[in-house]
T-cell receptor, first 113, second 112 residues
Framework: SAVISQKPSRDICQRGTSLTIQCQVD?????MFWYRQQPGQSLTLIAT?????????ESGFVIDKFPISRPNLTFSTLTVSNMSPEDSSIYLC??????????FGSGTRLTVV | GENVEQHPSTLSVQEGDSAVIKCTYS??????FPWYKQELGKGPQLIID???NVGEKKDQRIAVTLNKTAKHFSLHITETQPEDSAVYFC???????????WGAGTKLIIKP
């Protein structure tokens, strides 16, 4: 299964600024996803990152707030824009092929002050 | 809409005993059911999965059972050990778009 490297592991950011999270996979994968997880809660899907085209966002998430890039089959970024304290959360990258078996990165713990 | 219900939210068992976590899904088109283990400060880790054409799957101390008619699937951990303490999530595939619908999670506590 794919191994995912996610950076940064944690960050503390000022409100109104933006943070870009990187997700690097050690092999080409079909599917890449971005999730948000509040401490002690389940995973909420933000979007599916599509290679070479615009990401597909879930209800409640918009491109202006969470722009996503996926330039190739091994790399994706998620930007959290114009941050507010409500954006404080853990952000997770997940990847795999069409047969499921998705793996996850170790997550980015974001605190907005 | 589609959802996955997971019970219990917290499960405390004596070391060496068995633990069972249950999930119910609503989407009849779901055909893939994974279980993930998440330790503190880490991302979820896939521990076992089952597809709709199989009723049971085992991997050492871990097993998953699926009842498609009742739309239930369960995780069974036998001979529990302290390192089994974690949060466990069930999930079900959402139709055919390769996304997963997640349960709320179960915090498993293994008492020494």
């Amino acid at each position: 299964s794919a191994v995912i490297s996610q950076k940064p592991s944690r960050d503390i950011c000022q409100r109104g600024t933006s943070l870009t999270i990187q997700c690097q996979v050690d092999s080409q994968v079909t599917m890449m996803f971005w999730y948000r997880q509040q401490p002690g809660q389940s995973l909420t899907l933000i979007a599916t990152a599509n290679q070479g085209s615009e990401a597909t966002y879930e209800s409640g998430f918009v491109i202006d707030k969470f722009p996503i890039s996926r330039p190739n089959l091994t790399f994706s970024t998620l930007t959290v824009s114009n941050m507010s304290p409500e954006d404080s959360s853990i952000y997770l990258c997940s990847a795999g092929d069409g047969d499921y078996g998705y793996t996850f990165g170790s997550g980015t713990r974001l605190t907005v002050v | 809409g589609e959802n996955v219900e997971q019970h219990p939210s917290t499960l405390s068992v004596q070391e060496g005993d068995s633990a069972v976590i249950k999930c119910t899904y609503s989407d009849s088109a779901s055909n893939y059911f994974p279980w993930y283990k998440q330790e503190l400060g880490k991302g979820p880790q896939l521990i076992i999965d089952i597809r709709s054409n199989v009723g049971e799957k085992k991997d050492q101390r871990i097993a998953v059972t699926l009842n498609k008619t009742a739309k239930h699937f369960s995780l069974h951990i036998t001979e529990t050990q302290p390192e089994d303490s974690a949060v466990y999530f069930c999930a079900a595939s959402r139709g055919s778009n390769y996304q997963l619908i997640w349960g709320a999670g179960t915090k498993l506590i293994i008492k020494p």
